[in-house]
């Protein structure tokens, strides 16, 4: 199992559709179906999260042998 900081789709890398997600939901009520978006676990998807997940733009889990 990997966890990847950032990754709020699951698809193992973090880039451009992970920001736009959290850009997308930053100010939403947390919810069953945006909570990945809280990538602080503040309890609430705001700047710190987008900033978050810019961070991480470009990182990747590595390749399963």
Partial sequence: IG???GD???LGSVNSSDVSETQFESGHVLSNSNFR???TAS???N???VSTVQAQSGTALPSSP
Avoid: E, K
């Fill in 37 to 39: 978006t809280d990538v």
């Fill in 47 to 49: 700047s710190s999260d």
């Fill in 3 to 5: 966890v990847l900081i």
């Fill in 43 to 45: 309890g609430a998807i």
């Fill in 8 to 10: 709020v789709n699951g």
